[in-house]
């Protein structure tokens, strides 16, 4: 009866003072339905059994007592007596070298397991550093002494039993560690005043570190911006094709790999800052607000300042590459002309200022004199070239072709020279009709095939030229109109090859003539260096040409029938994935008005949403390959595509947002719908946009922190005191939260400080406050 008086805090019934079997009874009965009424069932233990003195019974009685006035109120995290007991005491000496508490027996032989205990609730009481494993019976007297001298803790143990047993009682050790327990309950208030703070220390430094992340990400994001703008703005042109066609795969390698790591790093950037907020609303702490020029906005105007610079860039590049087509077609063109003139001309001014017929006889100087005819004509014939190649120079020169110098020089050198060979010819002609009236007339087969070979030869040599003309096309039609014009060419070689015929007879007749009466002229013409052989030279060349002529004009067919099989499959995909993403923007306006049940629901409907336009992305990176190759290929054109993609915001106006609340089951009057609008729409334009609807229902099923609770957290562990110490800090909380609370803390100014005190109050306010972050 006296234990249970001891035990339990509560006075029993007056004892029997007799010493007669029946006052043993009737006392030990007296405790038995002490026991009973405080709702223990006793099974198999009656009064006799105990009087009579079996031990065995009598101690299950003495433990049942302890079990429930000592350990049964013991309770940590819905576990049972023995098992709360086991935990409260591992989280207690958890920070302490040598104490692994696994069980309430061979886990408590060394002492230290005790001697932890009372120096995490009271270290001045021990000096646990200077304890060592090796010395049990030191450690578990130290133990047994404090805890019977300071905390009122009789010594139920014997050191010296405990270490001379191999495993010691495990009812006495779990009795005896009760005792601490309940000698430290109250400390139970501080450590869960400590998980409070721990909890929302730990969401404010992870708010803090993606605080960070963003300010850094967005940094980058926009130092590499800024980088590449003026690389983008650069339009200084380069003077061949090789370094254009180099900046251009320097652009495609750009786009290709480059930018899309860029890109995703600003979606990213977009989602941590959404994700921020998102949690900043959800724990009551204000707003985040990035650096100055760090905003997504400012991010989304470096952007878009970045692909107009881009546009503008790839528009330069795709002018530039074909003008230097241009340019590089003109120059090889000039170069041809002049090669060929200058080719002709050749000889001619040395031709024209010899005095042969000073001496010759009077048949030489008539066929000098018809030699000179031929030679007029043949200098007519090349007027026409002389004038393309000056005006192909001109053309160049209004291009500013970089090697205009030299073409200008080339041009003046044959201008010149061909108003030399001008003036020369005519005074020859002067000089040779001076003498025609001593002359005769040469064989005038001889002059006829002069004045029918040169045009001819002309004619062939042009179209030779123009057989080998390259070309620059873009579109069927041009390719088209090119065929056309080399058919037109081919249905005139039956009429020229007539032609060459009527030479080559004229020739051959004069040979005849030569045969038939003996004449001396030496197997040569004297009116031209047109031979029959080099006409069918000539004549056999371009015939070799027209086939090849053929051949790059359907491969470059071919190659603009590709292009347009390009074009149209681009503006078919386009067509279809524009009204898509048109559609899908306009569902978002109206999808959180027909949503209906739980917010879980609405949240499943939502991302199976999500799913379905994430499923749809293939077909728009397929678009994006299409569009990838018409570049590469330099030939996009917008004409197959009728549709033009635009972004809309889904939104609500008040009335449907109310109607919307009400059908979640939501009961307000005016007051109250008024106040929600002021969340939902705070500038008062009388619309919810989708996102404002999402945040308002994730924080009003939020279960949220405040800055009153953390206050009164901290008031526990700083012992009901306006202020709290570093060595509180550090004893109750984690050594990580313990240094930030500290480092972020401002000292307490009250009457009742001490030194070192923490101003908490001001601290916890902070929290939730205005934000230095």
Known sequence: MLLLEVISGER????????????????????????????????????????????????GMIWTIILRFAIQDISVEETSAKEGLLLWCQ??????????????HISWKDGLGFCALIHRHRPELIDYGKLRKDDPL???????????????????????????????????????VSSFYHAFSGAQKAETAANRICKVLAV?????????????????????????????????????????????????????LHKPPKVQEKCQLEINFNTLQTKLRLSNRPAFMPSEGKMVSDINNAWGGLEQAEKGYEEWLLNEIRRLERLDHLAEKFRQKASIHESWTDGKEAMLQQKDYETATLSEIKALLKKHEAFESDLAAHQDRVEQIAAIAQELNELDYYDSP????????????????????????????????????????????????????????????????????????????????????????????????????????VSKIVQTYHVNMAGTNPYTTITPHEINGKWEHVRQLVPRRDQALMEEHARQQQNERLRKQFGAQANVIGPWIQTKMEEIGRISIEMHGTLEDQLNHLRQYEKSIVNYKPKIDQLEGDHQLIQEALIFDNKHTNYTMEKKTGMMDCEDFRACLISMGYNMGEAEFARIMSIVDPNRLGVVTFQAFIDFMSRETADTDTAD??????????????????DELRRELPPDQAEYCIARMAPYNGRDAVPGALDYMSFSTALYGESDL
């Open 12 to 59: 029993l019934a007056k004892p029997e003072r007799g010493k007669m079997r029946v006052h043993k009874i009737s006392n030990v009965n007296k405790a038995l339905d002490f026991i009973a009424s405080k709702g223990v069932k006793l099974v198999s233990i009656g009064a006799e059994e105990i009087v009579d003195g079996n031990v065995k019974m009598t101690l």
């Open 91 to 104: 989280r207690k000496t958890a920070p302490y070298k040598n104490v692994n508490i696994q069980n309430f």
């Open 138 to 176: 030191t450690n578990l007297n130290t133990a047994f002494d404090v805890a019977e001298k300071y905390l009122d803790i009789p010594k139920m143990l014997d050191a010296e039993d405990i270490v001379g047993t191999a495993r010691p009682d495990e009812k006495a050790i779990m009795t005896y």
């Open 204 to 256: 404010n430094q992870e708010n803090e570190q993606l605080m960070e992340d963003y300010e850094k990400l967005a940094s980058d994001l926009l130092e590499w911006i800024r980088r590449t703008i003026p690389w983008l703005e650069n339009r200084a042109p380069e003077n061949t094709m090789q370094a254009m066609q180099q900046k251009l795969e320097d652009f495609r390698d750009y786009r290709r």
């Open 406 to 509: 030299s073409v200008n020089a080339r041009c003046q050198k044959i201008c010149d020279q061909w108003d030399n060979l001008g003036a020369l010819t005519q005074k020859r002609r002067e000089a040779l009709e001076r003498t025609e009236k001593l002359l005769e007339t040469i064989d005038q087969l001889y002059l006829e095939y002069a004045k029918r070979a040169a045009p001819f030869n002309n004619w062939m040599e042009g179209a030779m030229e123009d057989l080998q003309d390259t070309f620059i096309v873009h579109t069927i039609e041009e390719i088209q109109g090119l065929t056309t014009a080399h058919e037109q060419f081919k249905a005139t070689l039956p009429d020229a090859d007539k032609e060459r015929q009527a030479i080559l007879g004229i020739h051959n007749e």
């Open 709 to 726: 609770q953390v206050m009164a957290s901290f008031k526990i562990l700083a012992g009901d005191k306006n202020y709290i110490t570093v």
